[in-house]
């Protein structure tokens, strides 16, 4: 069972994702048994490892220039 905080993170991590797909980057949440959640963003052959959501949402403001903007209801 997810936490009401989990289910947000996800929310917000399938937001960044759809942002990402749209500037022709792949974005993977990795979760292993006994590590944090890591995410790893890929663009043709590069690869770059994020720590968290904030981290995330930074590097794609940089890397699109902050091209697509994203509202929440």
Do not use: C
């Not at 292993?32 to 995410?39: A, I, K, M, N, T």
């Amino acid at each position: 069972m997810t936490h009401p905080a989990e289910s947000h993170d996800l929310k917000r991590f399938a937001t960044l994702q759809a942002r990402a797909a749209l500037s022709g980057i792949t974005l993977h949440r990795i979760e292993g048994d006994l590590s944090p959640v890591v995410y790893i963003a890929t663009k043709w052959a590069l690869t770059r490892e994020l720590l968290d959501l904030d981290v995330v949402e930074q590097w794609l403001d940089r890397v699109t220039g902050n091209a697509v903007e994203v509202t929440t209801a």
